[in-house]
């Protein structure tokens, strides 16, 4: 009887460090050993001519997150990691998120709940702190992120989760205290306001407004006082989704001064233009654009220029796919305050766990804009890293999760929805091609999309207690109190 359940053979593997030639054999779900002409495992997979990558971590991603605007998002656990898994994704990091007057702690319940038998690739959730009380910030929060949850999202922006300043500060104070890492959605809020309430009274309703109600001075600003605050209490932050120049500015003067500000983009703003938003006089109608409503909006092909150069000079740590799955039609849809709706009353986001990894490998890696090894670390090493899942995920190496995609690079398709296999009914990356899609994706070890089928199995996911870094991450090395 083989020693191996399965050798992974002639594998041109890479990691965010190395590429290397190695079979890679396979025993009890985890990497057993690496190295030339391995004995026969009890199943082999012929790998050659082919590259071997660890597993997307896609650490920003939505699925059936309890909305207060009377919107639901399509995809839960199941079809959301199902969708995730053939795009080549093998971990997700989606939101258990705190409704305002909710406790931290029934939120987290509720989002197991939520989870329960239905991923087939593993996951492990971030936090949103929308309401930190006296009693989030003494107790639920430091002991949530104690027991293995161990970042959360702040928003500056949306009425029903945003935080005011000084909840900013208390908030970046207890993860701290606790090593947690706080992802900051950048947007400010009241220019917000007051810049919509202006289109609005102009008539001027249509979906791309939506992006003249979100310049990037206002994720500018709010990039700036977010990583001022940071600074204030000595805390790393990480941006999320940044779409263009601004932010970008701002962030690599912090970094450029030597403050821990990490950074994430999204495929959104290397693929789409705010023209996305803007075609409903050539017929389609609003919904057209509603498709490609997000926050921050998507900018110009001049601001896409900017991602890609981030991507490839550093700025940017990780590349998440900030999938938010609502429908277009139906009545918990984007287009449920009818087709006339102004685009304030239009859910934001946009789907994208499974298109994240073909858009970046074809258009960054074989496009001749970012290496294998970059590739690696900004879509699984780095994620990894950064929220305490390494060195079990994100990597090729003995006693690592067998978490590995296959690639097959040279093919010739073209995006369409109905390839897909999340429940959203549109895709904006609809007609985009693409040159590289998984052939084959491993979930420890075991195949959970394999030749254009879905072979996953609902369930089969974990949940991944996330670690603190260790050595713990520097306290702060000032005194603010
Ligand atoms: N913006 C967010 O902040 N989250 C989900 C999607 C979006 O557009
Ligand atoms: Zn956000
Ligand atoms: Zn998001």
């Known amino acids: 009887m083989s020693e191996f359940d399965l050798i992974v053979r002639n594998a041109r593997c890479a990691t965010a460090a190395d590429v290397f030639d190695a079979d890679i054999a396979i025993r009890d779900g985890r990497i057993a050993a690496l190295g030339r002409k391995l004995p026969p495992g009890r199943e082999e997979i ?3 001519g082919r590259w071997v990558l660890p597993g997307g971590i896609d650490g920003h991603c939505h699925f059936d997150q309890p909305m207060t605007d009377g919107s639901r ?33 029934a939120a987290v319940e509720d989002y197991h709940r939520r989870a329960e038998g239905k991923a087939c690739i593993d996951y492990a959730f971030h936090m949103i702190v929308s309401d930190p009380g006296p009693r989030v910030l003494r107790h639920e929060l430091p002991e949530l992120i104690r027991e293995g949850y161990t970042s959360f999202k702040i928003y500056m922006t949306y009425d029903d989760l945003k935080l005011g300043d000084r909840e900013i500060i208390d908030v970046l104070a207890v993860a701290r205290d606790e090593g947690a890492m706080v992802m900051v959605h950048a947007e400010n809020t009241d220019c917000i306001a007051w810049l919509t309430e202006r289109l609005l009274r102009a008539g001027r309703t249509a979906p791309r407004y939506h992006a003249q109600a979100r310049p990037m001075l206002v994720e500018r600003e709010a990039t700036h006082r977010a990583i001022s605050y940071a600074e204030l209490v000595d805390v790393p932050i990480l941006i999320v989704h940044v779409s263009g120049r601004e932010a970008v500015e701002q962030i690599r003067w912090a970094q450029g001064n030597g403050l821990r500000v990490y950074a994430e983009t999204c495929p959104q703003y290397l693929f789409l233009t705010a023209e996305d938003l803007g075609v409903e006089e050539d017929g389609h109608g609003r919904m057209h654009g509603a498709k490609c409503i997000c926050s921050p909006p998507p900018r110009d092909k001049a601001n896409q220029q900017v991602i890609w150069d981030g991507l490839e000079s550093g700025v940017f740590q990780v590349f998440s796919s900030d999938h938010a799955p609502f429908r277009l039609d139906g009545p918990d849809g984007k287009m449920a305050a009818g087709p006339d709706a102004s685009f304030d009353r239009i859910p934001n986001g946009i789907p994208g ?74 895709t904006p990356y609809e007609g985009i091609p693409v040159s590289a899609w998984p052939a084959l994706t491993l979930s420890r070890g075991q195949a959970v999309w394999r030749d254009g089928r879905y072979v996953g ?16 991450r520097p306290k702060a090395s000032r005194e603010t109190a």
Not at 457 to 472: D, N, Q, S
Request: glycine share 10%; charged share 20%.
């Open 46 to 48: 012929d790998a050659a």
């Open 73 to 105: 998002m399509a995809d839960d656990f199941l079809s959301g990691t199902r969708s995730a898994a053939c795009g080549g994704t093998t971990t997700v990091l989606p939101f258990a998120c705190q409704l305002k007057g909710q406790s931290l702690r």
């Open 353 to 426: 766990v499974e298109t994240r990894l073909p858009l970046l490998f074809s258009h960054g890696v074989l496009g001749g804009r970012l290496d294998i090894c970059q590739f690696v670390a900004l879509t699984s090493t780095n994620v990894a890293k950064m929220y305490g899942l390494y060195p079990r995920k994100g990597s090729i190496a003995v006693g690592a999760d067998a978490d590995l995609v296959i690639w097959e690079t040279g093919v010739s398709r073209t995006i369409r929805n109905a390839d897909l296999h999340h429940e959203v009914d549109y």
């Open 457 to 472: 199995e609902a369930g089969r996911g974990k949940f991944l207690r996330c670690e603190l870094p260790t050595p713990a």
